[in-house]
């Protein structure tokens, strides 16, 4: 099904669960992944999953299909990825930097990471970008996602994703010591 007809039957359904269902299920990898690729762990990932569907939940009445179905949970699940790595740095006290160093390290003893050393040297790397830059190079490299619903999801120009990509891409380059 569409996303649209997803959005209609469950606007429309004696059954909306079950709308709701098939959305979760055609969606619920791609956001597990955008998520963990933001706040690294695992454990966080699922919790933070759960949060963006429950609001998802909440919200899809109002969704009028102004925009994507799929940008749109994005956008829900990066408002509470980040919400979660706000609330961890208040709960906590701590900066920005020690949250990220923080993920760094639970990235190295994650068992759930499969990756081999070049992969968690690059993680590290993108680990050590500024957060919304961070986001931008995910969301683009490894989502393969088009500046235009980047720009959707995030809210921000196209131009101005262009050229937070660019830096990203210099810094990691920098720090992997790439030519």
Sequence with gaps: MTDKELVQLFHESDNPNYAFNLIVQKYRERLYWHIRKIVISHDDADDVLQNTLVKAWQALLDFRGDSQLFTWLYRIATNESLTFLKSKRTKFFLPLVDVEKQLANKLADDPYFDGNEMQKQL????????????????????????????????????????????????????LMDVD
Excluded: C, W
């Excluded at 970008?129 to 088009?146: A, S």
């Excluded at 660019?166 to 990691?172: G, R």
């Design 123 to 174: 993680q590290k790397a993108i680990l050590s970008l500024p957060e919304k830059q961070r986001i931008v190079f995910n969301m683009r490299y490894f989502d393969e996602l088009k500046y235009e619903d980047i720009s959707e999801i995030l809210g921000t120009s196209v131009g101005a994703l262009k050229a937070s990509y660019h830096h990203a891409v210099k810094k990691i380059e920098e």
